[in-house]
């Protein structure tokens, strides 16, 4: 899933990404596949797509993202991942989100279960089975 921060935004080394200013994408562009546009409006256009159903719930992405992993009832836990005060800040509001019955299915249906936004993120097969 991507994940992104609410905070003051900057472009990318690649030029189009809004990011974080202080954000790895910026500091280590070459790390990330920013530099590919089609997998970079690929990856835009998800995150778009994941933030306008976070704004339907009411809440951050991060937010989201979390909720729907504390929500699967195959997950026993959530470890966050915060690199700064404000991000864990921003991610805790998770544990208050209550979403509609649709909002899994609508997350599954933008990236697939065990999937990746970049199949060359996946060097092997990840099976994934969702049992509710």
Known sequence: MVHT???PSATTASGNASVSPDSRAVRT?????????????????LVEEFA??????GCSLPELVL????????????ILGPRTPD???S???ACEVTSTSSTPARLDALVRPGADADP????????????E
Request: a negative charge; zero cysteines; charged letters at 15%.
């Open 91 to 93: 991610q805790l509001g």
């Open 67 to 78: 909720a729907f992993d504390l929500a699967h009832p195959q997950v026993t836990s959530a």
């Open 120 to 131: 060359a993120d996946s060097p092997y097969p990840q099976p994934v089975s969702r049992h």
């Open 5 to 7: 921060a609410a905070e």
């Open 52 to 57: 306008a159903i976070a704004h339907e719930a």
């Open 29 to 45: 562009a070459g790390h990330f596949d920013h530099a590919d546009s089609t997998i970079r409006a690929a990856k835009t256009a």
């Open 87 to 89: 991000q864990l800040t």
